[in-house]
Structures are given as C-alpha cells and as structure tokens.
C-alpha cells in the first residue's frame, strides 16, 4: 500500500525557519500533484502549497514570499521550506500527494506534523 511520511515539524520561535519533508512510498507507478496542507486548532484544514508533477508551485496568499514548496521526484519526496514564520503559522502541517499504484489512482494524506511558532 501507499504512504505518505512527514518530517522536520517543532517549536521555532517568530521569525525563524523550518524545513518539512515528506516522503511517499510503497507500490507507487507515477505521482502526480504534491501539496502541503495546514489545519490550526479549531480552524479547517486549509492548503499551504501546491507543486505539479512538472514542478509548478502555487503558493496561499498569506505564504507567498515566506514559503517554497519543491519535490524530488526519483526519491519521491516533497519539501516545504518555511522562513520568516510567525505565530499564525501554528498548525499540524500534512502532506498530500495524487498517486497511481499497482490498482487505483487516488489521493493520499500523511499523518501529520506539528509546527509551533512562538512570539
């Protein structure tokens, strides 16, 4: 089956940077669009970044400029870099990927990290 695994979440204080990463394996033929999501405590769950299979990134208004998505294809991997973060960048970040295994095409969802950002 396949999974997505996130990494690199903690507690930053404002005006830092972290460095999310997420890796998808099992039996994965071909990954298609890669995303971070974010949810904060009693907020809905909302997208971060989006990247395509050919490496065009789409950013959320309030991230553009803090934050760079990019994927490794050949280690099926994606990234989030996250500089100049602020308290409002506190949430559990998640991976998502579109993915086509030996069976079916369909979305995945990583169990998630948490990002704490003091003031």
């Known amino acids: 089956q396949v999974q997505l695994e996130e990494s690199g979440g903690g507690l930053v204080q404002s005006g830092g940077s972290l460095t999310l990463s997420c890796t998808a394996s099992g039996n994965i033929i071909h990954i298609y669009d890669m995303a971070w999501y974010r949810q904060a405590p009693g907020k809905q769950r909302e997208v971060v970044a989006t990247?395509?299979?050919?490496?065009?990134?789409t950013y959320e208004d309030s991230v553009k400029g803090r934050f760079t998505i990019s994927r490794d294809n050949f280690r099926k991997m994606v990234f989030l870099q996250m500089d100049s973060l602020e308290p409002e960048d506190t949430a559990v970040y998640y991976c998502?990927?579109?993915?086509?295994?030996?069976?079916?095409?369909?979305?995945?969802w990583g169990q998630g990290t948490q990002v704490t950002v003091s003031s």
């Open positions: 990247i395509t299979q050919y490496a065009h990134p």
């Open positions: 998502n990927a579109e993915i086509a295994g030996l069976v079916s095409r369909a979305d995945y």
